[in-house]
């Protein structure tokens, strides 16, 4: 039988297996809109902003691994879900965005809401698609989808011409789709993997590095005994935190310019390195002349061969799935009868223990002001550290890194990459979606949050029960603090004036609305927020104002140059 | 790569996007319709190549790189030269054109228009080699190459 384009998008959908579509409506998507209200296999989630849709989606492809999917319509609509699709890209989230475009006759005429998106998404997209002809829709998305699940992960924009959603032809699924141009690899080199083992078995100062891709492709459990089985010390970038438990005492917290005083050091003078899915960023390793350390062997393990020696040089490259390639790692340590310099290893032990009592996450507990960590160290304790805490961009979202621990992974859902304000309450809603049982948080700054403060309707709609943590200092405290470090205390434009009354606007929503001002109430109110199990809470702590993120890294320095409390 | 509307594009993108310099490029479709052949000349140092050439290897669009500087490889770039030629010149005009192999194939009284082919650095010096005033216009193709004896490019 033959099916209208808008037909077949929403089948294509179905049949992928797509739970939730976040999107809005406009005049280029109204046959897919017309579509949508006839089926009932996945969800639709109106949201008030196609950035928040974006996000949306990305926050429940975070949380489950699975493909999320948005849906907006041409020009603004697309304009607007572009700095979504950035974020996604930056951090390697698989989404699926299905834009409208203006009929194709119309195609570069400056038609009304008609802008390039195929164009304007080229730099911040895995690939994208504009589908001229009905003939080829069921395809294109299959590949939308393969493409942005496989491999390194990412977004996939589909741009879809108006009149391809009327036309008409014979609809099939492809079962499978391949690509001659694309095939990832999986599987590491075997001669590669080998060589890794032999080094990491003959390290005296041994020290795993991990990221983003322990996350995304499963691995925590690999991983964990991978790193168990050696005794190894660990550390984890912001975006790979919950690949390896927090609380583990193998694990010396986060690294780079936020990370902990021993990480970073343990990082700067191990003797091989082993760097799994993550990717040497500026903000990781700070200056690489100051990062290269004569007679330190990198081993690194990555999908993509561009995120190896992009940075610096590594000695052993492996490009695949880290799940894979850990699993391989693990039967040939387990199998080898190679004795490993067990005393070199305590001796380092002994060290990074030195470093570590440095203590350098101390702060004044004895504050009449909340202190932003206390709130979080608190959050932790009321959700057993088994909420999906989100969050947006600034001192709050390195506070909530550092002092909430991660046990699990895809419990942390943060914009790394890009570094987006605006993200965490659109990408709670997404977690919420996914795991309606769940307690999920997002952590935010009174700055951040004003950006998206509008999906407060969204959450009203769908009843998200999404708790609230913002941490209120008045200011654009992350800018401030640099002000502070590095201008002179000038805080040009960091102050944040005429804040609104944020628990009347809760309410004003429908939501309940709570504002915390005394240390000692921080506690029974996060209990009672909590307690409200079908309830959004937003939550207004004052917080003290002028409280900074430590240590601290100045951008261009080294690691082992921290700014420490 | 395939040839997809755009996938020139995404490569011209890649370049700017990334800070990478490009001296020429050239693209047609190959004689399987579904792919064209693109001969890219860039600049770099070892690892800035290695870069190019993963993250061209990245485009989905793109279904095989090689790096043709790494071994014998055949180098051809086409030029068009429309020069003045009056009264003496004229004779010596036809001469250069002579030695560098080029072909007059375009003429009027006061004008010759010369067709030279050949690697990037002899076309450099065919202009060189010219009085700088009697050059009225020039137009160059970009070099296309090939690998030498045994070596393909194919899928
Ligand atoms: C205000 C602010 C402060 C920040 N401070 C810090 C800080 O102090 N410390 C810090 O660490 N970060 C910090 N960041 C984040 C930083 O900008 C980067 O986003 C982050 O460090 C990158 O993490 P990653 O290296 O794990 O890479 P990701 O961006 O997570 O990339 C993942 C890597 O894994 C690879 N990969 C993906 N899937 C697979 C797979 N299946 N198998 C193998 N490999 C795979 C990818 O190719 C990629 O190379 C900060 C961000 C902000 C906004
Ligand atoms: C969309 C966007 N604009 C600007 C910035 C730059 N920026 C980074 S952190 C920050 C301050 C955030 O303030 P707030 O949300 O109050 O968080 P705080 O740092 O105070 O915890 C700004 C402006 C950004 N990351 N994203
Ligand atoms: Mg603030």
């Given at each position: 039988?033959?099916?209208?384009?808008?037909?077949?998008?929403?089948?294509?959908?179905?049949?992928?297996?797509?739970?939730?579509?976040?999107?809005?409506?406009?005049?280029?998507?109204?046959?897919?809109?017309?579509?949508?209200?006839?089926?009932?296999?996945?969800?639709?989630?109106?949201?008030?902003?196609?950035?928040?849709?974006?996000?949306?989606?990305?926050?429940?492809?975070?949380?489950?691994?699975?493909?999320?999917?948005?849906?907006?319509?041409?020009?603004?609509?697309?304009?607007?879900?572009?700095?979504?699709?950035?974020?996604a890209?930056?951090?390697?989230?698989?989404?699926?965005?299905?834009?409208?475009?203006?009929?194709?006759?119309?195609?570069?005429?400056?038609?009304?809401?008609?802008?390039?998106?195929?164009?304007?998404?080229?730099?911040?997209?895995?690939?994208?698609?504009?589908?001229?002809?009905?003939?080829?829709?069921?395809?294109?998305?299959?590949?939308?989808?393969?493409?942005?699940?496989?491999?390194?992960?990412?977004?996939?924009?589909?741009?879809?011409?108006?009149?391809?959603?009327?036309?008409?032809?014979?609809?099939?699924?492809?079962?499978?789709?391949?690509?001659?141009?694309?095939?990832?690899?999986?599987?590491?080199?075997?001669?590669?993997?080998?060589?890794?083992?032999?080094?990491?078995?003959?390290?005296?100062?041994?020290?795993?590095?991990?990221?983003?891709?322990?996350?995304?492709?499963?691995?925590?459990?690999?991983?964990?005994q991978?790193?168990?089985?050696?005794?190894?010390?660990i550390?984890?970038?912001?975006?790979?935190?919950?690949?390896?438990?927090?609380?583990?005492?193998?694990?010396?917290?986060?690294?780079?310019?936020?990370?902990?005083?021993?990480?970073?050091?343990?990082?700067?003078?191990?003797?091989?390195?082993?760097?799994?899915?993550?990717?040497?960023?500026?903000?990781?390793?700070?200056?690489?002349?100051?990062?290269?350390?004569?007679?330190?062997?990198?081993?690194?393990?990555?999908?993509?061969?561009?995120?190896?020696?992009?940075?610096?040089?590594?000695?052993?490259?492996?490009?695949?799935?880290?799940?894979?390639?850990?699993?391989?790692?693990?039967?040939?340590i387990q199998?080898?009868?190679?004795?490993?310099?067990?005393?070199?290893?305590?001796?380092?032990?002994?060290?990074?223990?030195l470093?570590?009592?440095?203590?350098?996450?101390?702060?004044?507990?004895?504050?009449?002001?909340?202190?932003?960590?206390?709130?979080?160290?608190?959050?932790?304790?009321?959700?057993?550290?088994?909420?999906?805490?989100?969050?947006?961009?600034?001192?709050?979202?390195?506070?909530?890194?550092?002092?909430?621990?991660?046990?699990?992974?895809?419990?942390?859902?943060?914009?790394?990459?890009?570094?987006?304000?605006?993200?965490?309450?659109?990408?709670?809603?997404?977690?919420?979606?996914?795991?309606?049982?769940?307690?999920?948080?997002?952590?935010?700054?009174?700055g951040?949050?004003?950006?998206?403060?509008?999906?407060?309707?969204?959450?009203?709609?769908?009843?998200?029960?999404?708790?609230?943590?913002?941490?209120?200092?008045?200011?654009?405290?992350?800018?401030?603090?640099?002000?502070?470090?590095?201008?002179?205390?000038?805080?040009?434009?960091?102050?944040?004036?005429?804040?609104?009354?944020?628990?009347?606007?809760?309410e004003s929503?429908?939501?309940?609305?709570m504002?915390?001002?005394?240390?000692?109430?921080?506690?029974?109110?996060?209990?009672?927020?909590?307690?409200?199990?079908?309830?959004?809470v937003?939550?207004?702590?004052?917080?003290?104002?002028?409280?900074?993120?430590?240590?601290?890294?100045?951008?261009?320095?080294?690691?082992?140059?921290?700014?420490?409390? | 790569?395939?040839?997809?509307?755009?996938?020139?594009?995404?490569?011209?993108?890649?370049?700017?996007?990334?800070?990478y310099?490009?001296?020429?490029?050239?693209?047609?479709?190959?004689?399987?319709?579904?792919?064209?052949?693109?001969?890219?000349?860039?600049?770099g140092?070892?690892?800035?190549?290695?870069?190019?050439?993963?993250?061209?290897?990245?485009?989905?669009?793109?279904?095989?790189?090689?790096?043709?500087?790494?071994?014998?490889?055949?180098?051809?770039?086409?030029?068009?030269?429309?020069?003045?030629?009056?009264?003496?010149?004229?004779?010596?005009?036809?001469?250069?054109?002579?030695?560098?192999?080029?072909?007059?194939v375009?003429?009027?009284?006061?004008?010759?228009?010369?067709?030279?082919?050949?690697?990037?650095?002899?076309?450099?010096?065919?202009?060189?080699?010219?009085?700088?005033?009697?050059?009225?216009?020039?137009?160059?193709?970009?070099?296309?190459?090939?690998?030498?004896g045994?070596?393909?490019?194919?899928?």
């Amino acid at each position: 039988m033959e099916l209208t384009g808008a037909e077949i998008v929403v089948r294509c959908l179905a049949e992928e297996g797509t739970e939730f579509v976040f999107g809005y409506p406009g005049g280029a998507v109204l046959n897919i809109y017309d579509e949508v209200f006839k089926q009932n296999k996945f969800k639709h989630v109106l949201v008030r902003h196609e950035q928040a849709a974006v996000h949306a989606a990305d926050g429940y492809a975070r949380a489950t691994g699975r493909t999320g999917v948005a849906l907006v319509t041409s020009g603004p609509g697309a304009t607007n879900a572009v700095t979504g699709i950035a974020t996604a890209y930056m951090d390697s989230i698989p989404l699926v965005v299905i834009s409208g475009q203006v009929p194709t006759a119309a195609i570069g005429m400056d038609a009304f809401q008609e802008v390039d998106m195929v164009g304007i998404t080229r730099p911040c997209v895995k690939h994208n698609f504009l589908v001229k002809d009905v003939r080829d829709l069921a395809e294109t998305i299959k590949k939308a989808f393969y493409l942005a699940s496989t491999g390194r992960p990412g977004p996939v924009v589909v741009d879809i011409p108006k009149d391809v959603t009327q036309h008409k032809t014979e609809f099939t699924y492809p079962k499978k789709v391949t690509m001659r141009s694309y095939n990832p690899v999986i599987k590491g080199h075997p001669g590669q993997i080998k060589r890794a083992v032999q080094m990491i078995l003959e390290a005296k100062r041994p020290m795993f590095y991990t990221g983003g891709g322990v996350v995304l492709s499963n691995a925590a459990e690999e991983l964990t005994q991978l790193t168990r089985q050696l005794g190894f010390p660990i550390t984890s970038t912001l975006m790979g935190l919950g690949g390896y438990p927090a609380s583990d005492p193998l694990f010396t917290g986060m690294l780079g310019m936020h990370g902990t005083y021993e990480a970073n050091m343990a990082m700067q003078h191990c003797d091989v390195l082993i760097a799994i899915g993550a990717r040497f960023d500026d903000r990781v390793i700070g200056n690489p002349e100051h990062f290269f350390q004569e007679g330190r062997r990198i081993i690194h393990i990555d999908i993509d061969p561009t995120s190896i020696a992009k940075r610096v040089k590594v000695d052993v490259p492996i490009v695949g799935n880290v799940k894979d390639v850990l699993a391989e790692m693990n039967k040939l340590i387990q199998a080898s009868k190679e004795k490993r310099d067990q005393a070199a290893l305590k001796t380092w032990w002994t060290q990074i223990e030195l470093w570590r009592s440095q203590d350098c996450m101390k702060y004044d507990r004895d504050s009449s002001l909340i202190k932003p960590q206390y709130v979080i160290e608190k959050l932790h304790q009321v959700t057993r550290g088994d909420a999906y805490v989100t969050s947006d961009v600034g001192q709050h979202q390195m506070w909530a890194a550092q002092y909430y621990k991660f046990d699990q992974p895809r419990r942390w859902i943060n914009s790394g990459g890009l570094g987006t304000m605006g993200f965490g309450m659109p990408a709670a809603m997404g977690v919420q979606f996914a795991h309606p049982e769940a307690m999920v948080a997002c952590v935010t700054g009174e700055g951040s949050i004003q950006m998206n403060i509008q999906e407060l309707s969204t959450c009203k709609q769908f009843n998200l029960p999404l708790k609230i943590i913002l941490l209120n200092n008045r200011y654009l405290g992350m800018v401030r603090q640099w002000q502070e470090f590095f201008y002179g205390n000038r805080y040009a434009e960091s102050y944040m004036d005429a804040l609104p009354d944020f628990s009347k606007l809760a309410e004003s929503y429908g939501h309940v609305g709570m504002k915390i001002e005394k240390p000692e109430d921080v506690e029974g109110a996060l209990k009672e927020a909590f307690d409200m199990k079908d309830r959004l809470v937003f939550m207004n702590f004052i917080t003290d104002q002028k409280e900074n993120v430590f240590p601290m890294i100045p951008a261009g320095k080294g690691l082992s140059e921290m700014i420490l409390v | 790569m395939e040839n997809e509307a755009g996938a020139l594009s995404r490569v011209a993108g890649l370049f700017s996007a990334r800070g990478y310099n490009i001296e020429s490029l050239t693209v047609a479709p190959t004689e399987d319709a579904t792919l064209s052949r693109m001969t890219i000349v860039t600049r770099g140092s070892d690892d800035v190549i290695e870069q190019i050439t993963k993250q061209l290897n990245k485009l989905i669009d793109v279904v095989k790189v090689v790096d043709l500087s790494e071994a014998g490889h055949i180098e051809r770039e086409l030029m068009l030269v429309k020069v003045r030629a009056e009264g003496d010149s004229r004779e010596e005009m036809k001469r250069m054109s002579d030695i560098f192999r080029g072909r007059i194939v375009d003429v009027t009284d006061k004008t010759y228009t010369i067709e030279l082919t050949g690697a990037g650095y002899k076309l450099d010096a065919f202009l060189e080699a010219l009085d700088k005033d009697a050059i009225l216009e020039t137009v160059r193709t970009g070099a296309s190459g090939i690998g030498r004896g045994d070596r393909m490019l194919k899928i």
